[in-house]
């Protein structure tokens, strides 16, 4: 079946570090693609999303492409800060649902 | 209020007890989801309403119990709950049930089951 994989945490970084959270994912079809976010006592919130290969989502500074020959989704974000400590969830969307991945918990450090 | 809301936000019961979670989307939206996020798991999909009618149950046990009286408000009512069920409980709405529909979430019911 569908399934998403996410590199496991905590990832630890300083603040202007350079973040990148590996994201692979298993699928029949052309899913569409999504980075959630969850700060600490919240909901999960989008992040970014691209619908087709090739396509970049960007959004307050963070960045994930669409690879579909490599089946990656993986997140970037050229200087983090420490309000971007959270949880990152990678997710795909195929048939109305969203499969999500185990998620990435990333504290940045001042 | 906007976006997503759930109440309770923590709800703490015994096995024996009935209980029921709320949500409430002000969004306009015609799809409803609930979620059980357990520690170090993925996030599960219990439920899917469509229009006000389920559309997946992905064996969820029978001691759960969605309703969704009207596209804006969707209730899980649990009874008889074990331990291993408490979780951080999610619901979400999205425009549509369809691929590539951005899904919004609310802050979640932190349920502990003693």
């Known amino acids: 079946g569908d399934s998403v994989t996410q590199m496991e945490g905590p990832v630890t970084l300083s603040e202007e570090a350079f973040l990148t959270i590996n994201c692979t994912y298993t699928?029949?079809?052309?899913?569409?693609l999504f980075w959630y976010v969850q700060y600490p006592g919240e909901g999960l919130q989008l992040l970014l999303k691209a619908t087709k290969a090739d396509d970049k989502g960007s959004n307050k500074g963070f960045e994930a492409t669409y690879r579909k020959e490599t089946t990656s989704f993986h997140l970037e974000k050229g200087s983090v800060q420490v309000s971007d400590s959270a949880v990152y969830f990678c997710a795909l969307g195929q048939g109305g649902k969203l499969i999500f991945g185990q998620g990435t918990e990333l504290s940045v450090k001042p | 209020e906007t976006g997503v809301t759930q109440t309770p936000r923590h709800l703490v019961m015994g096995m024996t007890n009935k209980k029921s979670l709320k949500c409430e989307q002000h969004?306009?939206?015609?799809?409803m989801y609930w979620y059980k996020q357990s520690a170090k798991k993925p996030l599960e999909l219990m439920f899917v309403?469509?229009?006000?009618?389920?559309?997946e149950n992905n064996s969820v046990p029978s001691r759960f119990s969605p309703e969704c009286p009207n596209s804006s408000h969707l209730f899980l009512h649990l009874h008889t709950l074990q331990p291993e069920d408490s979780a951080l409980y999610l619901c979400a709405s999205s425009q549509d049930f369809g691929q590539g529909n951005e899904q919004f979430f609310g802050p979640g019911t932190r349920l502990t089951v003693l």
């Open positions: 309403y469509s229009l006000e009618e389920r559309v």
């Open positions: 699928a029949t079809g052309y899913p569409s």
């Open positions: 969004l306009g939206h015609n799809a």
